[in-house]
Structure formats: structure tokens, C-alpha cells
């Protein structure tokens, strides 16, 4: 089985992959609030889920939420505050996203031992 990021590290694997998802939108002309954007940062929550330790979620949650929140929802890189639901749904969102693709490989990694 393949070894999971540290916690720090994942955070940090989290901002790259923001940054990258959102240059990626970018040229796409799908830089902007919606549910394209929505699920690709989703979809990248996931994809670092699945290499993450589940203690990891939040800051991969938070992380690119930052980055959805300043370059999709609100455009220019500033964050902006669209209401507590609002925000609170897309950063539990994305914690969710991160936590459950990490979950099942915590799950192995324990039966293993």
C-alpha cells in the first residue's frame, strides 16, 4: 500500500493544487462561481483525499476553498463573503470531498494491521 502525506504536507500539497486547478479554469473561461468550477475544486479535494491522511481534510478543505472563494466565486483573487450558508456549504464541500476519499484507504491500512 502506498504511503499517506503528512498532515502539514498535505495542506501544502492543497495550496499547489488550488493554484493549479485555478490556472487551469482560467483559460477555460470557467473562472467564474458555477458548478463547473465548483466541482472541479471538489474533484481535487478528492483526488489529494485519496492520498492524504483523513486528520488532513480540513486544511485540504480550506485550502481550496480559499482558492475557489478568491479566483471562481468572487473573481480577482479577493476573498469575498457570500453568507454563512453559502460559504459554510462550499468548505463542507470540500471537506467532505477530501475526508471520504481518504477514509477508505485509512479503512485498509487498519484491517492490514
Do not use: D
Not at 10 to 36: D, V
Not at 48 to 77: D, I, K, M
Amino acid at each position: 500500500m502506498r504511503e499517506r502525506l503528512p498532515v502539514a504536507m498535505s495542506g501544502a500539497a492543497a495550496l499547489l493544487l488550488g493554484a493549479a486547478i485555478a490556472l487551469t479554469l482560467a483559460p477555460l473561461g470557467e473562472l467564474r462561481a458555477g458548478g463547473f468550477a465548483l466541482t472541479a475544486f471538489a474533484a481535487g479535494c478528492a483526488a489529494l483525499g485519496t492520498r492524504s491522511r483523513p486528520a488532513a481534510a480540513p486544511l485540504v478543505g480550506l485550502a481550496l476553498w480559499l482558492f475557489h472563494n478568491g479566483f471562481a466565486e468572487h473573481r480577482y483573487a479577493q476573498l469575498g463573503w457570500s453568507g454563512p450558508a453559502a460559504e459554510a456549504r462550499h468548505l463542507a464541500l470540500f471537506t467532505a470531498a477530501a475526508l471520504l476519499a481518504a477514509l477508505p484507504w485509512e479503512k485498509a491500512r487498519r484491517e492490514r494491521h
